[in-house]
C-alpha cells in the first residue's frame, strides 16, 4: 500500500479489520440445529449452512469473473455483481453472509495499482456491506418472511437492507475519496483542477441506489426461489436476465468508449494541423456543456452538444494550413476558402451517427441570427439550436483566449461584448445562459490557453480599444479576424 498517503493506508486497515470482526462469529459455525431461517428446506446443521456459504461464494466469485471477461466486460472496473451477495444477506446469518463476499472480492483480479491495496479495500469494503445489510434484514424481520414466502413483508425488509447496503458502500467511498486526495485507490494523488465541485455523499448513495435496488429485487427473487421447494437450482435462473442485462449495459459503454476515441482522433488530428489554437475544441465544448445545462436539457442531448463543441472546427482538416498559420491579410480567394471549413467538417462527420444534432452545429456555428454568417446566410429560428450554442461558447473562448493579434479578454468583458452582440449575432438566449452559468460557477477551463505555447507577434490592441467590428463578432466569424493565425 505504499502508493496510498500514510492516513489513507490507515483507514483501509481499519476497513479490513472491521470486516474480519464481522467474520469472527460465523468461524466455527454453531453446532445446534439450524432455525428455520436457514435457507436450505431439506437438510439442517453446520454442514447444510456450510453448504449455503460455499455455495453461493462461488457463485459470487464465478459472476464476478465472468462480468469482467473479455466477452461480458463491466463497464465500471469497480462495479460489482450485487445481487448474490444480496441474495446471501436475505438468507444467510450477517457473519456467514459476509464471508460469501471475502473469496470473489480477494481473488478477482485487478487492474491498477496499488493492487493490494484494491485488494484488501475491495474485501473490507463489501465483507463491511453485506455483514451491515444482513443485520438490517434481519432486524425488519426479512428472514421470517422469506421462510414463509410473505412477499410484501419481504419486499419491505429488503428495502431496507438494501438502503443499509447502499449507505455503508457510499460512506466508505467517500472515506476513501477524501483521504486519498479526492482520487479512489488507485495510483497517482492529483489535486482536483480549479472549480472542481466534489460530488457530496449523499449525492453518491442518491446514484448508486437505483442499480442497486434492482440488484436487491434480483436478490430477493434468488433467496425466495431458493427457499421455495424448487430449490438453489431456480434461484440461479434469476441470474440469466441479469446477466443479459449487464452484458446489454457494457455494449452500451463500449460503444460509448469508442465514440469517444473516434472523437479524441478527430481533435487530435486538429490541433496537429493547427497547434497554435491547441485546447479550444476542449474549452468550447465545455462551454457548450455549461449552457446546455443552464437551459435544462437532458444528460444525453448535452452530451451531443459537447461533442459539438469539440468538432466544430474539425473542418480545419481541409483547410491548407499556409492559411490557418499566414502572417499577413487574407485575399479574397483566401478568405473564400477559409468559409469552407464547416462545409469540410460536416462532410467529414456527417457519416458518424450517434452525432446526432452536433453534426448540424458543425456545419452552421458561423451563421448568424441577422442573416450575415457563413456558410449559407441563415438567419434567426433558421439556424439550429446546437449550432446556436456553439457559435457562442466559440467567441467566448477566442476572445479569452490569446491570440497572435490580441491578448485574452478578461471573462466580464467577453460577457459584456456577447451581451451586446445578442440579437444580432448570436442567441439571446444562450448568451444569457453562458453569463448566467459563469456567474455561478466560474470559469475554469480543463485545457487553459496558458497551456499552449504563444508565438511572438505584434503588441496586441487593448482588450476594450475602438474595433472595425465588434469583439464578438470578430470571434465568430473567421473572415472578420485580424491578419495572423486564423482560427
Known amino acids: 500500500m505504499e502508493a496510498l498517503p500514510a492516513r489513507a493506508r490507515m483507514y483501509v486497515t481499519g476497513v479490513a479489520v472491521a470486516g474480519l470482526l464481522c467474520l469472527l462469529p460465523a468461524v466455527p459455525l454453531p453446532s445446534a440445529p439450524l432455525p428455520r431461517t436457514v435457507p436450505l428446506p431439506s437438510a439442517s446443521g453446520p454442514d447444510a449452512l456450510w453448504g449455503a456459504v460455499a455455495s453461493l461464494a462461488v457463485l459470487y466469485a464465478g459472476c464476478e469473473r465472468m462480468a469482467r471477461s473479455r466477452h461480458l466486460g463491466a463497464p465500471n472496473p469497480g462495479g460489482t455483481f450485487h445481487p448474490v451477495l444480496l441474495a446471501a444477506a436475505f438468507l444467510l446469518p450477517p ?8 473469496p470473489g472480492a480477494l481473488l478477482i483480479p485487478v487492474d491498477q495499482r496499488p493492487f493490494l491495496a484494491r485488494r484488501i479495500w475491495r474485501a ?3 465483507t463491511l456491506a453485506v455483514w451491515a445489510a444482513s443485520r438490517a434484514h434481519l432486524a425488519a424481520g426479512g428472514r421470517e418472511a422469506v421462510a414463509d414466502g410473505d412477499v410484501p413483508a419481504a419486499l419491505g425488509a429488503a428495502g431496507a437492507s438494501v438502503l443499509v447496503f447502499c449507505l455503508v458502500l457510499t460512506l466508505l467511498d467517500r472515506g ?3 483521504l486519498a486526495g479526492g482520487v479512489p485507490v488507485r495510483r497517482g494523488n492529483r489535486a482536483p483542477r480549479p472549480g472542481y465541485r466534489r460530488t457530496t455523499w449523499w449525492r453518491l448513495f442518491l446514484r448508486s441506489l437505483a442499480p442497486v435496488t434492482v440488484h436487491g429485487l434480483a436478490g430477493l427473487m434468488m433467496a425466495l426461489l431458493w427457499r421455495s421447494p424448487y430449490g438453489p437450482v431456480a434461484a440461479l435462473l434469476v441470474l440469466l436476465p441479469m446477466c443479459v442485462s449487464w452484458w446489454a449495459f457494457a455494449q452500451y459503454h463500449r460503444e460509448r468508449a469508442a465514440h469517444q476515441a473516434t472523437i479524441r482522433a478527430l481533435v487530435q488530428a486538429v490541433d496537429i494541423k493547427d ?3 491547441r485546447g479550444h475544441s476542449e ?11 443552464e437551459l435544462g436539457m437532458d444528460d444525453e442531448r448535452t452530451e451531443v452538444l459537447r461533442f459539438a463543441g469539440i468538432l466544430h472546427d474539425v473542418g480545419k482538416l481541409g483547410v491548407p494550413t499556409r492559411l490557418l498559420t499566414k502572417d499577413g491579410p487574407l485575399t479574397p480567394e483566401e478568405r473564400r476558402v477559409i468559409e469552407l471549413h464547416p462545409e469540410y467538417g460536416h462532410e467529414m462527420v456527417r457519416g458518424i451517427s450517434f452525432l446526432g444534432e452536433a453534426r448540424a452545429a458543425v456545419l452552421h456555428h458561423h451563421e448568424r441570427l441577422d442573416g450575415s454568417g457563413y456558410p449559407y446566410g441563415l438567419a434567426g429560428g433558421q439556424i439550429p439550436e446546437s449550432a446556436r ?5 466559440d467567441a467566448f473562448d477566442a476572445m479569452t483566449s490569446n491570440r497572435s493579434y490580441s491578448r485574452a479578454r478578461p471573462v466580464p468583458v467577453a460577457l459584456e ?3 451586446r452582440c445578442a440579437g444580432d ?18 470559469w475554469h477551463p480543463a485545457v487553459t490557453a496558458e497551456d499552449v505555447r504563444q508565438p511572438p507577434g505584434p503588441p496586441a490592441p487593448p482588450a476594450t480599444g475602438p474595433v472595425d467590428e465588434p469583439a464578438a463578432a470578430q470571434a465568430a466569424d473567421a473572415v472578420a479576424d485580424p491578419p495572423g493565425v486564423r482560427r
Open 283 to 293: 474549452r468550447v465544448g465545455q462551454a457548450s456543456t455549461m449552457i446546455a445545462r
Open 275 to 277: 497547434g497554435y489554437t
Open 124 to 126: 473490507g469494503q463489501l
Open 176 to 178: 476513501i475519496l477524501a
Open 95 to 102: 457473519s456467514a453472509a459476509a464471508l460469501v463476499a471475502l
Open 389 to 393: 450554442v456553439v457559435a457562442v461558447a
Open 417 to 419: 461584448e456577447l451581451q
Open 425 to 442: 449575432h448570436f442567441d439571446p438566449r444562450m448568451v444569457e445562459a453562458l453569463v448566467r452559468a459563469i456567474g455561478r460557477t466560474g
